[in-house]
């Protein structure tokens, strides 16, 4: 085993970074080509509907977000300790749980939209045009969520070229769909609603192709080759649902937070609501532009776990952290100086760009803030300790619904300012832990020590 630290070097962490760094940063565009596409037309409950749909979905999916995360701690790990075969029963395993749960969300559609808009607040035209997104979106479900696991199988075993790839067609299939439906055959939000489901058939038919060529079979292959016996192993699905189970409850806390904040925006009006959903494409672009390194640290911190190398982790942790900090500097300057720009792109609507101008700098400088959260958030995951995401994930959504509360009186300065108080919540939960997390690193690497002695 190689425990040298400067095995990992920062052109290795950038060389694998880079392609998830594309490969996030096109992510929202999808949402900016759905926002635009509908932003471009000049109807602001159009816009509205299509923002709260958009959280409704994703309060519905990432709720399996685990499916990507827990992919690729587990992978990586597998990948770290030299189990070929667990690796690739880790990817059939992932695209059968997905598949199966998004054919059992498709089948609820009706009890799962009705029970969404009877919490989410928002005028009757604004709830029409959400609940026909919606729809729309569900027709991708089984996609959207096998996808999910291919991502995070790719990302484990730091294959960020392919994802990059994955992610690049699903967004330029979501943007041709998107302006047939909208433009072409002036659907509205349903348009973009079903060019989006479409687009993530297109991913996962692309995805199959690329695990294909790296495993040297597809995923039926796989699985005869590998057996009922391995990939039903009572200790693999034991470890794979208690870290699934965690990072469902942990992604299903955060996703309610942020379906707060749009709840929040959603109570101040249509416009109010409009400028914040604009407002919030910068939020995605700084997040999944610094989840590149949230991603490689993912990837080589489930690596070094696997092979309990404590240095090779606080390296990993240590270069990727650079670069994140790095990053974060950049874009908070980027939407500072051209965000006036950007706002005039995505909408036409006078009222929507004049507040989304006001508070644009909260929105430029979440990428400072947000980081310490993002990375750690990478650290944990990459370590499968699904339980301490959980715990600071519910802490965070508690403390920042009360600090929401509390700031109402402020009205849209105070929702933008209690979404700050959420990331420092967050990154202090996890922050409190990591002394406990390298530790039982030392602990593991001490017993495998002990075994090979004795």
Do not use: C
């Not at 699903?170 to 047939?180: E, K, R, S």
């Amino acid at each position: 085993m190689n425990d040298r630290p400067a095995s990992l070097s920062r052109r290795a962490v950038f060389a694998q970074a880079w392609p998830i760094m594309l490969g996030q940063a096109s992510i929202p565009f999808v949402g900016l080509v759905d926002t635009a596409a509908i932003g471009r037309t000049g109807n602001a409950a159009a816009l509205a509907g299509v923002a709260l749909g958009a959280t409704v979905i994703s309060l519905v999916f990432w709720t399996f977000g685990f499916l990507r995360m827990g992919m690729t701690g587990l992978t990586a790990q597998a990948g770290g300790a030299g189990r070929k075969s667990e690796v690739d029963a880790l990817l059939v395993r992932g695209l059968a749980v997905g598949a199966a749960i998004g054919v059992a969300l498709l089948a609820l559609l009706w009890p799962l939209r009705e029970l969404a808009f009877a919490l989410f607040a928002g005028g009757a035209e604004t709830t029409s045009e959400a609940r026909a997104y919606v729809t729309m979106r569900f027709f991708g479900a089984p996609a959207a969520l096998a996808v999910f696991a291919v991502t995070g199988w790719l990302f484990g075993l730091g294959r960020t070229r392919a994802a990059l790839v994955l992610q690049l067609v699903m967004n330029l299939a979501n943007a041709v769909f998107d302006i047939a439906f909208v433009f072409g055959l002036g659907m509205g939000a349903s348009g973009v609603g079903l060019g989006t489901a479409l687009a993530e058939w297109v991913a996962l038919a692309t995805g199959l192709v690329i695990v294909t060529r790296i495993a040297g079979a597809g995923p039926v292959a796989l699985a005869r080759r590998a057996g009922s016996e391995e990939l039903l192993e009572r200790s693999a699905l034991a470890h794979l649902f208690a870290v699934n189970r965690d990072l469902m409850v942990r992604t299903i806390a955060l996703l309610m937070l942020f379906a707060w904040f749009a709840n929040a925006g959603a109570r101040l009006g249509a416009v109010a609501l409009a400028a914040q959903h604009v407002l919030m494409q910068f939020v995605n672009v700084a997040a999944f532009v610094l989840d590149a390194f949230a991603f490689t640290a993912e990837a080589r911190v489930g690596a070094a776990i696997g092979a309990k190398s404590r240095p090779r982790f606080l390296r990993a942790v240590r270069l990727t952290s650079e670069f994140s900090l790095a990053s974060a500097v950049l874009l908070a300057l980027a939407f500072w100086l051209a965000g006036d720009w950007i706002i005039a792109l995505i909408a036409t609507e006078p009222a929507v760009r004049t507040t989304a101008e006001r508070f644009l700098p909260y929105a430029a400088l979440v990428p400072l803030i947000g980081l310490p959260s993002w990375m750690l958030d990478g650290i944990y995951i990459g370590a499968t300790r699904g339980r301490a995401l959980r715990n600071a994930a519910i802490a965070a959504t508690a403390l920042y619904i009360a600090t929401d509360l509390l700031l109402r009186p402020l009205g849209a300065q105070g929702v933008w300012l209690a979404l700050w108080a959420a990331y420092g919540f967050r990154a202090a939960g996890l922050a409190l832990q990591l002394p406990a997390l390298v530790s039982g690193l030392d602990t593991a690497r001490a017993v495998e020590g002990e075994a090979k002695g004795g």
